[in-house]
């Protein structure tokens, strides 16, 4: 058996003026859960049974109410960077000293930052960790160009038409018959 926690007159304010103020059907719920048990002084197990939910269910809405307060109350956001080693800042300030190392070339060495990345954590870290945080920061990968930036089309293939054949034993320019 657990103990007994009784309420204070602001949480029981706050739970009455949370179930008028439910927007879902969720926040309704944990109000409705919590304002069974404050008002009604009912245990764990018939608030589940009355709302259709299940024992521990009540009992984390319960003891979240408890530790957390108010705000469990409404249905936060989903979404953001949950798992993240680092913060947007702290990700710029980990990246200042390679920046300034790349000032002159313009160029990052990736495999410095992924073993620095792995000596400010402590283990091993995906090289795609670091690709992204890169990505994250403004930096891209520069890949060479597949053709140059100034060629002319039309006068490559004016060109390829006016130049002198090619002698006919060479296998890589014969026509196919």
Known sequence: MCRKVEFSAKQREEISIALKRAKS???YQRALCLCMRVEQGL???QI???LGMSFGGVRNIHSKYLRRGERI?????IGGRLHANLSLAEERKFLAPFEKAAEDSGIL???EIHKAYEKHFGSKVPASTVYRLLARQGWRKVAPRPSHPKADALAQEAFKKTSQARSANSKAWTKSR
């Not at 109350?73 to 956001?77: D, E, G």
């Open 25 to 27: 059907k969720e926040e």
């Open 43 to 45: 245990g764990a197990k």
């Open 48 to 50: 589940a049974k009355m």
């Open 73 to 77: 109350l409404v249905n936060a956001p």
């Open 109 to 111: 060495v990736v495999s």
